[in-house]
């Protein structure tokens, strides 16, 4: 178990005994990164705003049945990625598409110049992260989603799987086909 990983244990042993103020150091530790992901799903800072501030009152309500048979961050993800899901659902104009393939593991990143020296350069990186940031956007939610948890929430292949209660190849191929399907919208759009 990592130094995190016990932090959070003892984190929510002393919740759990009655000090209800501890959980403010799992609020700061998560608080960024929910945020985003959120921010990411739903495009409205308000909206952002309340929905992290729910997860937290959810995940705080249920403290009591984590089982810690995994990490508390991957159980906590779990909640967060499943409130966005339900969110979604409740106010979604599209269709969701599901993937069931098992092939595909090869992966490959996607590269942005990061060359800040003058602010002509800077802003044409500003623009560029926006674009991409659009396109995510524009993906279908399981290839949005997953991107998301990986690429920009920086979880295993293995903690998205048990985030997303699906197996490890259909990660693998979610997270090809989704890196595809963007590489190919931002050839299109002429960035990469």
């Given at each position: ?71 508390f961050s991957t159980w906590f993800y779990s909640i967060m990625v499943n409130y966005c899901k339900n969110y979604r659902k409740k106010n979604s104009r599209y ?98």
């Amino acid at each position: 178990m990592s130094n995190s990983d016990s932090e959070d244990i003892q984190v929510i042993d002393k919740v759990l005994a009655g000090d209800i103020e501890a959980f403010s150091v799992i609020i700061d530790k998560y608080r960024d990164k929910t945020f985003n992901y959120v921010y990411s799903q739903v495009k409205d800072y308000d909206e952002t705003l309340d929905i992290t501030q729910e997860i937290f009152i959810m995940t705080m309500e249920a403290l009591a049945s984590f089982r810690r048979e995994s990490k508390f961050s991957t159980w906590f993800y779990s909640i967060m990625v499943n409130y966005c899901k339900n969110y979604r659902k409740k106010n979604s104009r599209y269709n969701v598409i599901s993937i069931n393939s098992s092939r595909g593991d090869d992966e490959y990143d996607l590269q942005l110049p990061d060359e800040r020296e003058n602010p002509e350069e800077e802003v044409i990186m500003n623009e560029s992260l926006r674009i991409v940031k659009e396109e995510i956007g524009m993906l279908p939610d399981d290839y949005r989603e997953i991107l998301l948890l990986r690429d920009i929430q920086g979880l295993s292949y293995n903690e998205i799987a048990e985030i997303l209660d699906i197996s490890l190849s259909n990660v693998k191929v979610r997270i090809h086909r989704g890196r595809e399907f963007l590489k190919n919208r931002l050839t299109a759009r002429g960035l990469i």
